[in-house]
């Protein structure tokens, strides 16, 4: 129905040069309309490294979106980095930085450009400071618990079962 009404209108044609402003022969001319380009989404999705020494002087790379290239600046550890410092890629999708010196424990990482802020969580650990890494102790000590046992359990086994000298 809305089609056949759109293509009524559309054989219409322009309005004569004297037509009358009121006239209800003539369909309205275009209304003019504002183009409003929305402003880039400013976003994170990841940090690499997550943690890092509190000496600083290593390279932060974080990707997401909305970054530009000569307009993002960084605030991490209550320390401004201009952009200058912040090296961002053509399609505005990574940025990398070297972290400076900071006291050990989680600070925020915040990426700033003029349509935007993004944040984060970044993990500065102390010298000396080991990751934990790998799989959890409780097997191995369940694993060693069990042999135990098992070795416990043989040794009573085979001394019912030696001979007993005989009694006279």
């Given at each position: 129905?809305l ?7 559309a ?6 040069a004297?037509?009358?402003?009121d006239?209800p ?15 880039p989404i ?9 943690s ?7 390279t ?10 000569g307009?993002t ?11 200058a410092s912040?090296q ?30 993004a ?26 618990a069990a042999?135990?046992v ?11 079962r ?7």
């Open positions: 129905m089609a056949l009404a759109l293509a009524g209108l054989s219409l044609g322009a309005a004569p004297n037509a009358a402003p006239d022969t003539v369909p309205a001319g275009p209304v003019p309309t504002q183009s409003v380009e929305p402003a400013v976003g994170i999705n990841s940090i690499d490294p997550q890092g020494s509190t000496q600083g002087g290593f932060i790379t974080v990707t997401g979106v909305g970054f530009a290239p307009q600046g960084v605030r991490i550890c209550d320390i401004d980095l201009p952009p912040v961002v890629d053509s399609t505005g999708d990574t940025l990398t930085f070297t972290a400076p010196a900071c006291a050990a424990g989680q600070t925020q990482l915040l990426v700033s450009t003029p349509t935007g802020e944040s984060t969580v970044f993990d500065y650990e102390a010298e000396g400071a080991l990751p934990v890494t790998g799989s959890s102790i409780e097997l191995p000590i369940t694993a060693g042999l135990v098992a070795g416990g359990l043989a040794l009573l086994l085979t001394r019912r030696s001979p007993r000298p005989l009694q006279r």
